[in-house]
T-cell receptor, first 112, second 114 residues
Framework: DSGVTQTPKHLITATGQRVTLRCSPR?????VYWYQQSLDQGLQFLIQ???????AKGNILERFSAQQFPDLHSELNLSSLELGDSALYFC???????????FGSGTRLTVV | GENVEQHPSTLSVQEGDSAVIKCTYS??????FPWYKQELGKRPQLIID?????GEKKDQRIAVTLNKTAKHFSLHITETQPEDSAVYFC?????????????FGQGTRLTINP
């Protein structure tokens, strides 16, 4: 167990639907990062939050949004889902003053 | 700019031989370079990292070297074992919009042949 918790582990939904992925960072970590990994692809940075505030955006689609709550957990909202959104979505957290990321186990999203 | 190139994309070696994976980065301000191992369907796990103030770091069968002048770093695995088979990602830290983030290479699928 890495200390970063992601739910649900698997999600199957239809095109056009909306889903919410949840991430709880390691205790004490203020930074949360979201990454998308499509089949046999690398890790594409989506967005970062630090202590409740958005800090950096990557290649995140307008149909996607995220937020970090006062208890530091984060949610990634994906709407108007398309087949191409099927992927593994990873959350990672990082402690202040630390450089390394710790990844959660991911949410596998399948859009049918 | 932010770019990390990783080579090769696939690598097959005989058990017991060495494996080397290479990465180059573009941001001269990058100062942290981790390597992650990802087994099929699982999360990426940090296996070794190096800061820009050192040129080499070793942990048992794994070592990483860094050449800041050339902006490249490499992962070396010696005496490879079947359990080393996985996808390996390099990454480099960059600062963008005032925040630190990691940019990942595209990954190397390493297969150890018994």
């Amino acid at each position: 167990d890495s200390g970063v918790t992601q739910t649900p582990k698997h999600l199957i939904t239809a095109t056009g639907q909306r889903v919410t992925l949840r991430c709880s960072p390691r205790s004490g970590d203020l930074s949360v990062y979201w990454y998308q990994q499509s089949l046999d692809q690398g890790l594409q940075f989506l967005i970062q939050y630090y202590n409740g505030e958005e800090r950096a955006k990557g290649n995140i689609l307008e149909r996607f949004s995220a937020q970090q709550f006062p208890d530091l957990h984060s949610e990634l909202n994906l709407s108007s889902l398309e087949l191409g959104d099927s992927a593994l979505y990873f959350c990672a957290s990082r402690g202040t003053g630390s450089y390394g990321y710790t990844f959660g186990s991911g949410t596998r999203l399948t859009v049918v | 700019g932010e770019n990390v190139e990783q080579h090769p994309s696939t690598l097959s070696v005989q058990e017991g031989d060495s494996a080397v994976i290479k990465c180059t980065y573009s941001d001269s301000a990058s100062n942290y370079f981790p390597w992650y191992k990802q087994e099929l369907g699982k999360r990426p796990q940090l296996i070794i990292d190096i800061r820009s103030n050192v040129g080499e770091k070793k942990d048992q069968r794994i070592a990483v070297t860094l050449n800041k002048t050339a902006k490249h770093f490499s992962l070396h695995i010696t005496e490879t074992q079947p359990e080393d088979s996985a996808v390996y990602f390099c990454a480099a830290s960059i600062r963008i919009q005032g925040a630190q983030k990691l940019v990942f290479g595209q990954g190397t699928r390493l297969t150890i042949n018994p």
